[in-house]
């Protein structure tokens, strides 16, 4: 049984700080790229940071310069280092994890962790 299971959410002031981590099981980690997805009442849920499977990085436009995506392939943990905070990083943040079978592809999700940012 594959679970993703994320923590570190909760609430910060503007310019602060938080470290979202996501436990993996039941994949092999190592072959599998994670990302870090949130969503805000009322839109859609967007991409925030994704980590391949070989380290290479990729972020959104709004959270380049503040965010930060790291995996630990021996913990079979993903992170995300999330400084100078804004009120509108306020969201559930979710972790992914996915790979491509030919055609096929798996995909995961963890149940979500809240993070808001508010003075």
């Known amino acids: 049984q594959v679970q993703l299971v994320e923590s570190g959410g909760g609430l910060v002031q503007p310019g602060g700080s938080l470290r979202l981590s996501c436990a993996a099981s039941g994949i092999n980690f190592n072959i599998y790229h994670m990302g870090w997805y949130r969503q805000a009442p009322g839109k859609q849920r967007e991409l925030v940071a994704r980590?391949?499977?070989?380290?290479?990085?990729n972020y959104a436009d709004s959270v380049k310069g503040r965010f930060t995506i790291s995996r630990d392939n021996a913990e079979n943990t993903v992170y995300l280092q999330m400084n100078s905070l804004k009120p509108e990083d306020t969201a559930v943040y979710y972790c992914n994890a996915d790979r491509w079978r030919g055609i096929t592809q798996d995909d995961y999700w963890g149940q979500g962790t809240q993070v808001t940012v508010s003075s």
């Open positions: 980590i391949s499977n070989t380290g290479s990085t």
